[in-house]
């Protein structure tokens, strides 16, 4: 008589979610949408299964799928790409191949292509598609995507910075994990998006510099003020480094920052001179 394995008090045994299952159907209605149009679905999720992004994904707060670009090749190699008009080097993605794909992604989501030449990706633009419904993602390739399929499509093109990748899908992460976890829920707790780089309630600054313990470490201590439980004098502390950070690394953002502060002594002037008029109207 053979004994019977010991389960070591496991009551039962089941395999974890495979990375491609995260983007099995069926898709929640109505949660925010990624859609990605490449020519590499393995890609994904990648990152985007992991840690926070993945576990909403995985509770339904979003949905991710794949639009396989090969799929929608011509002859009987499905080449997706051909030579650039007007000579050059390089293949560029053929505009009747990245339509198919486009018409099969489907409507309703704004079509947006990674690509280095758009418009920087912001913590606003981030913030707005967070709001929407979705977004569809086209991951360019080569030297990249025939321009009147842009232009028929109205596709808006963003950067995620000024250098060159082989390939959109690395962008692409970039841009769903900075949109996704301004979805309600994501985060743990929403309130650690206030006071982040970006953010409005950190006024578009920098962020300060953060700290734990241990309360000294290779001898360097934590600023005294954080450590004094005075609220208010840690608010102006943390506001006080964030002009200081963002003064000397973004002068760009300082200048903004500057443009819409207000000066009170020339609003009240403002003020002033608008009561001086309504009274000369009310007088006459």
């Known amino acids: 008589?053979?004994?019977?394995?010991?389960?070591?008090?496991?009551?039962?045994i089941r395999p974890s979610l495979k990375p491609r299952e995260l983007m099995a159907e069926p898709q929640v209605h109505g949660a925010w949408t990624a859609r990605i149009v490449t020519l590499f679905p393995e890609a994904f999720p990648g990152i985007l299964g992991l840690s926070l992004?993945?576990?909403?994904?995985?509770?339904?707060?979003?949905?991710?799928?794949?639009?396989?670009?090969?799929?929608?090749?011509?002859?009987?190699?499905?080449?997706?790409?051909?030579?650039?008009?007007?000579?050059?080097?390089?293949?560029?993605i053929r505009a009747d191949v990245m339509d198919a794909a486009l018409r099969e992604a489907g409507p309703?989501?704004?079509?947006?292509?990674?690509?280095?030449?758009?418009?920087?990706?912001?913590?606003?633009?981030?913030?707005?598609?967070?709001?929407?419904?979705?977004?569809?993602?086209?991951?360019?390739?080569?030297?990249?995507?025939?321009?009147?399929?842009?232009?028929?499509?109205?596709?808006?093109?963003?950067?995620?910075?000024d250098y060159v990748l082989t390939g959109g899908e690395i962008a692409a992460q970039v841009l769903i994990d900075a949109t996704v976890r301004l979805i309600p829920r994501?985060?743990?707790?929403?309130?650690?998006?206030?006071?982040?780089?970006?953010?409005?309630?950190?006024?578009?600054?920098?962020?300060?510099?953060q700290f734990t313990k241990p309360a000294q470490w290779d001898g360097r201590e934590i600023p005294q003020v954080l450590l004094s439980g005075n609220h208010a004098a840690i608010s102006a502390w943390r506001a006080s480094e964030a002009e200081r950070l963002t003064k000397e690394r973004r002068p760009d953002l300082w200048r903004a920052h500057a443009e819409?502060?207000?000066?009170?002594?020339?609003?009240?002037?403002?003020?002033?001179?608008?009561?001086?008029?309504?009274?000369h109207r009310e007088q006459r």
């Open 108 to 161: 309703g989501l704004p079509v947006i292509y990674m690509s280095p030449r758009g418009k920087p990706l912001t913590q606003a633009r981030a913030r707005a598609l967070a709001q929407g419904p979705g977004v569809t993602l086209i991951c360019g390739r080569f030297e990249g995507i025939d321009q009147r399929v842009l232009d028929a499509h109205d596709v808006e093109e963003i950067s995620i910075g």
């Open 186 to 209: 994501v985060l743990g707790n929403q309130d650690s998006l206030a006071e982040e780089s970006f953010s409005i309630g950190n006024r578009g600054l920098l962020e300060a510099p």
């Open 53 to 92: 992004i993945g576990k909403a994904l995985a509770q339904g707060l979003w949905n991710l799928q794949t639009i396989p670009l090969r799929d929608h090749g011509v002859g009987r190699h499905r080449n997706v790409d051909d030579t650039p008009a007007g000579g050059g080097a390089g293949m560029v």
């Open 260 to 279: 819409t502060q207000v000066d009170p002594a020339k609003d009240r002037q403002r003020s002033g001179a608008s009561d001086q008029s309504r009274n």
């Open 1 to 12: 008589m053979t004994d019977t394995p010991k389960s070591h008090g496991r009551l039962a």
